[in-house]
């Protein structure tokens, strides 16, 4: 099959899957990898619900390698059901360098700081993507209207040991009893070096938790 985790995914890794008859990506994780198979966990689409597909179905594969993303095509070619449904699919052609397709998302808590309206809060996130985050913060309601929908932040995401700071939209506010600001946030010209620490943080995250039976 190659060189594992450049020429074909290793066991654990996280996938983007893109199905031709659908528009949007999914998440997998691949449980072997096989004589030029795949035994994948029945791929989740943004909500976490899994989806169907039929057998014969075109699919590419994506992960990181090593270095960087990698890619390979697949078809579909059985759908196990029971406890734990999989898919079994075939390698279909040689790997490529892969792009990205969607902002995998993962529970995770980290501390964040968000600066707007000449305020600084501290707080937490409650799941993180490269390409945004739900968060919580500390301090009184926002008095000033520095934090509405639509608004411009400044955030600083701690990955441990290493500060991402972006600029943020304010996308949503979830309302809270205690009125603290929790804020969906949604980056705007993360650098790449800055979405790739992300990424490689929700990934260790989710094959964690993937691995502790939880997702």
């Given at each position: 099959?190659?060189?594992?985790?450049?020429?074909?995914?290793?066991?654990?890794?996280?996938?983007?899957?893109?199905?031709?008859?659908?528009?949007?990506?999914?998440?997998?994780?691949?449980?072997?990898?096989?004589?030029?198979?795949?035994v994948l966990s029945?791929?989740?689409?943004?909500?976490?619900?899994?989806?169907?597909?039929?057998?014969?179905?075109?699919?590419?594969?994506?992960?990181?390698?090593?270095?960087?993303?990698?890619?390979?095509?697949?078809?579909?070619?059985?759908?196990?059901?029971?406890?734990?449904?999989?898919?079994?699919?075939?390698?279909?052609?040689?790997?490529?360098?892969?792009?990205?397709?969607?902002?995998?998302?993962?529970?995770?808590?980290?501390?964040?700081?968000?600066?707007?309206?000449?305020?600084?809060?501290?707080?937490?996130?409650?799941?993180?993507?490269?390409?945004?985050?739900?968060?919580?913060?500390?301090?009184?309601?926002?008095?000033?209207?520095?934090?509405?929908?639509?608004?411009?932040?400044?955030?600083?995401?701690?990955?441990?040991?290493?500060?991402?700071?972006?600029?943020?939209?304010?996308?949503?506010?979830?309302?809270?009893?205690?009125?603290?600001?929790?804020?969906?946030?949604r980056f705007i010209?993360?650098?790449?070096?800055?979405?790739?620490?992300?990424?490689?943080?929700?990934?260790?995250?989710?094959?964690?938790?993937?691995?502790?039976?939880?997702?």
């Open positions: 099959m190659g060189t594992p985790g450049i020429d074909y995914p290793e066991d654990r890794t996280v996938l983007d899957v893109k199905a031709v008859s659908r528009d949007d990506v999914l998440t997998s994780f691949v449980e072997e990898a096989t004589g030029g198979e795949l029945i791929g989740e689409d943004s909500a976490r619900r899994r989806v169907r597909l039929e057998p014969g179905e075109t699919l590419e594969l994506v992960w990181r390698g090593p270095e960087e993303l990698r890619a390979v095509p697949a078809e579909l070619l059985e759908v196990r059901t029971g406890e734990s449904p999989t898919w079994r699919v075939r390698i279909a052609g040689p790997s490529s360098r892969g792009q990205r397709r969607a902002a995998v998302r993962a529970p995770l808590t980290v501390p964040v700081q968000v600066v707007a309206g000449g305020e600084r809060r501290a707080g937490t996130t409650l799941d993180l993507s490269e390409g945004g985050t739900h968060c919580l913060l500390q301090g009184e309601p926002d008095k000033n209207g520095a934090l509405e929908v639509g608004s411009v932040v400044h955030v600083t995401v701690d990955l441990g040991g290493r500060a991402v700071a972006t600029k943020a939209e304010v996308t949503r506010r979830h309302p809270r009893e205690d009125r603290r600001p929790e804020l969906s946030l010209g993360l650098a790449e070096r800055d979405e790739d620490d992300i990424r490689r943080r929700v990934f260790a995250e989710l094959r964690d938790l993937r691995t502790r039976g939880l997702i």
